[in-house]
């Protein structure tokens, strides 16, 4: 399921010229209120299913020099911790044990008011928590 306000905003898919692991990723972008063009509004992106017993984290990539994107499951909002960063991405994850086995939707959202496009890449469930790194 994809939650975009219609007109206002945008999804892109991205190619693996453009740094994405595998063949495609994801580009939110938030957009104008065709009603009132000075006031930004988000987008998200969602996709409901279920979530493997063994799941602990979830984790994914976004550019470096991107703004951070919310994420939400079940409705609740994640805590997303920065695990890794080179000089081309950054990797976050979440712990998301409490929805281990249950059915619920995952959302990546780039809020309203947020400027440029937001992609992200390599979504995934992990049996195991991590360790945030110290800044």
Do not use: C
């Not at 550019?63 to 960063?85: K, T």
């Not at 995952?106 to 440029?116: I, P, Y």
Request: charged residues 5%.
């Amino acid at each position: 399921m994809v939650s975009i306000p219609s007109g206002v905003a945008s999804i892109g898919l991205i190619s693996q010229s453009l740094g994405v692991e595998g063949q495609y990723g994801l580009m939110l972008q938030s957009g104008a209120d065709p009603s009132a063009p000075a006031n930004l509004i988000g987008a998200s992106v969602s996709q409901s299913g279920l979530i493997p017993a063994n799941a602990q984290s979830v984790r994914f990539r976004t550019p470096a020099n991107g703004s951070i994107i919310s994420v939400s499951l079940g409705g609740q909002p994640l805590s997303l911790v920065s695990l890794a960063q080179t000089l081309n991405y950054r990797v976050y994850g979440a712990d998301i044990s409490p929805f281990a086995g249950q059915v619920q939707t995952l959302t990546f959202a780039v809020q309203a008011g947020r400027s440029g496009a937001q992609n992200f890449d390599s979504v995934g469930f992990r049996p195991l928590l991590f360790q945030s790194q110290a800044p």
